[in-house]
């Protein structure tokens, strides 16, 4: 039994006990709309209420507005009838939780297996002194620890059912000759369960999934042109199932709450909440391009944000370009000679490195074009930007934790140590209002740079000068909230 007991587990468990009382010892985060409008959801969809009327619905507001916030994200359907904006995944997850009266252990949960897939997955490709860096920086990243803090999101589940399901995934890859049929046939549905779950969290991870299942697909077709035997028939079936039932789930759930299994919250929603590439071709009167304004807007706070959100990328985009570098260096058969660093071209290999980039690309990349934090002036402080983005950790912490664990231990475990400590007074500033470190690094801003934020300049519901009956959304016409003057 003492030989389990290693001293890099020892860490982790500490670390994540730690990590786990730091957040639930702090007040529960719900800052902004979106936290009230999960919250109202995981309520009403615990009482069995995928829709609510006009009076469940002003009461919820009421309440909202008496702490200070609003409810923004509950949209008419049609007279009486509201529904839930946001994709439904998170709520149903944090129901059961919600009626055992212990909704913040949901993400303790996911924390827990997150933590505990990264571990065997980082010791499985090289060791358990990488696998400890690894969940030390799933734990303490600054942005990983606010969401972990805010329950009622979808942000930390978005992220830590597609870690766990891509963990699960790449480590049934590493060991695919070595399971068994119930074995693997076990892992691979518990992987596109998850994986296929992160998607009903969160629709903007179907790039990653369709990744992931490509890999999956491209790994059985190279098997086969080498001739080796394939599993397709093995494997489709747990494949099937674990995409298969949270995807029914979602296409039920829309078309009994939206009357078509195509349609969606955010199919009706009059919010900016578009990607520039939805935009192509769109100017405004002067010639401008609006995807290009939408890029530009957000460039201005980007970089300082993800440093802040994300410190680990100082260590983690480097790493990406090296581990390139390396992989290229191999196939041109220019490569090192074997030694410390050399290993790295081989534990990670091209499709799952490709994978890895790929997931990167497809969160950073994608939300540099995003509507709505295009709105914000500078990115309008680290939370605010950095949530959208933290489905795109696991990537990263994989290539950091890989690439940290090549240096000396006296340039290792600084550089750890540092990441892990302003983690955690970043956490402790934002949830406290401690005054550590230098106010502009927690800067908390809604200003924006157009009148009117909700309908930005380029969408068809911006009125320069109109009151709520020029906007096109029915709440507006709701007499309760702009009652007619006789």
Known sequence: MGRHITLERVIVAVAFIAATVLILATPLGMPDPDDWAYYHGAQNFAAGHFTVTNQQQLHQAIETIEHGNSLLQYLP??????????????VFYLVPFEKLG????????????????????????????????????????PIALVMYNRSYMDTYPSLAFLAIGAGLYFYYHLERARCGRVKGGLLLFAAFLCISWSVVTRYTNVPIAALLAFHWAAAQFAGWRRGEKTRVRREILPLGLGIGLPLATMLVYDYYVFGSALTYGYAVSPYPIKFAFQYLGQT???????????????AEGYARNLLIGFPLLVAGLPGFIYVLWQKAAERCGRGNAAGRWSSVRSEVSWGLLVVLTGWFVSVFGLYLGYEWTAGLKEGGGFV???????????????????VLDRFPVKVWLPVVAVLVV???????QWSLDLHVLPARVTLRTLDTRWPGYVFPPWTPYFQPNGGPESFPFPMWSYPYLFPKVP
Do not use: H, Q
């Open 77 to 90: 359907l049609d007279y009486n009838r509201w529904a839930l904006e946001k994709a439904p995944g998170a």
């Open 102 to 141: 212990i909704p913040r252990y949901g993400n303790v949960l996911l924390a827990f297996f997150m933590v505990l897939v990264t571990f065997i997955l980082l010791k499985r490709l090289r060791g358990e002194r990488a696998a400890m860096t690894g969940c030390l920086l799933t734990l303490f990243t």
């Open 284 to 298: 405004y009167l002067d010639g401008r391009s609006v995807p290009l304004d939408i890029l530009r807007y957000n």
């Open 384 to 402: 605010l930007l950095n949530r959208f983005l933290l489905p795109g950790l696991f990537p990263v912490v994989i290539i950091c934790a890989l």
């Open 422 to 428: 302003f983690g955690g007074l970043l956490y402790a």
